[in-house]
């Protein structure tokens, strides 16, 4: 990540989509997926249609496992009044937060930033803006730009070394006084039967392999503490079941495409009906066993 080289500039709603050199067009294609296609981004999963759809039934399973709140941070005054209000998504996705955040606090500025556009163009409220980047080069921001930086779900875009130097590439651009707050899922299961386990066991080496560390979720509580730059820290979990109940169920389907997309053993090597019993199996197990799953909110302010 190269901070010097990061443009010293801001873009908002004026000009809403915008792409950095190189990032644009560089996809491949794999089962019928589309993937990136980007030297040293290890983030595996697809950028296409079927994906937006699941990261917006993701964003909704996540909304009811925190009762219907969005964001834990103490700022619904500030973005509520608006005045020059700046808040910035990491690694986007579909938008779903960004949009949601946007029509809710008209006043305050959003802006997403995603290797990948995926969301809406022709929908985007007024207020939200989108840069296309890796962020891995750093954030294309000058330092304190923004009142609010969230990021959810970014555990597979970042490698164990890249997460504490991301944090501070977020700290950066945060404003003095500002917050950040990060959600991410623990993809290590409770009380998972065992075709479960064998998928989840694949699915950790898989990560690792990519220098992912599907472990890491609660330890970013740590990450953002040693990071000295950061004051008034706060963590939550919230707990929700694969199957069972309704937002079980959708759980499960978002569970599945995602590890479906990627064909790792042993689904690699099935057909598609094959497959189909293999989460149907999964599924059962996980009705059966009550296997759930943890969710991780982290919040804090960056010291004055
Ligand atoms: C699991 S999705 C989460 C999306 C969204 N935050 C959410 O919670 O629904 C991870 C996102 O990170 C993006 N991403 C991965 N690596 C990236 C990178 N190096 N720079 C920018 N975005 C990246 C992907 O394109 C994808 O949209």
Redesign the pocket.
């Known amino acids: 990540m190269n901070v010097e080289q990061t443009p010293k500039h801001i873009i908002f709603n004026d000009e809403p989509s915008v792409s950095r050199r190189g990032v644009l067009g560089n996809n491949l294609f794999r089962n019928g997926r589309r993937f990136?296609n980007?030297e040293g981004?290890n983030?595996p999963?697809p950028?296409d249609t079927i994906e937006t759809n699941r990261?917006k039934l993701?964003?909704y399973v996540?909304k009811y496992a925190w009762q219907g709140t969005i964001f834990y941070s103490p700022l619904e005054n500030e973005l509520t009044e608006g005045d020059g209000f700046r808040v910035l998504?990491?690694?986007?996705?579909?938008g779903?937060?960004l949009m949601e955040m946007a029509l809710d606090y008209p006043k305050s500025t959003f802006i997403g930033?995603?290797?990948?556009e995926?969301m809406t163009k022709e929908k985007r409220p007024q207020n939200v803006g989108f840069i296309q980047?890796?962020?891995?080069e750093g954030l294309p921001f000058p330092n304190n730009t923004f009142n609010f930086v969230y990021?959810?779900?970014?555990i597979?875009?970042f490698t164990e070394e890249q997460w504490p130097l991301m944090i501070d590439e977020v700290i950066r651009i945060t404003k003095p006084g500002g917050w950040i707050e990060l959600?991410e899922k623990h993809w290590i299961f409770e009380d998972s039967g065992p075709t479960m386990e064998e998928l989840t066991n694949e699915i950790v080496k898989f990560a690792l392999s990519r220098g992912i560390n599907y472990h890491m979720t609660p330890f970013i509580y740590e990450l953002l503490e040693t990071n000295g730059k950061l004051s008034n820290l706060h963590s939550g979990v919230t707990i929700f079941s694969l199957g069972g109940d309704v937002l079980g169920e959708l759980a499960f389907k978002s569970f599945k495409e995602l590890f479906h997309a990627i064909r790792i053993p042993p689904l690699d090597k099935m057909s598609d009906l094959e497959v189909e019993k293999y989460f149907e199996t999964i599924r059962q197990e996980c009705e059966t066993k009550k296997t759930s799953a943890k969710l991780y909110k982290f919040f804090a302010q960056k010291k004055l």
């Open positions: 990136h980007l981004v983030y999963y950028n990261l993701d964003h996540s998504d990491v690694g986007c996705g579909s779903s937060w930033v995603d290797i990948a995926m980047c890796n962020v891995l990021q959810s779900n970014m597979s875009a959600e």
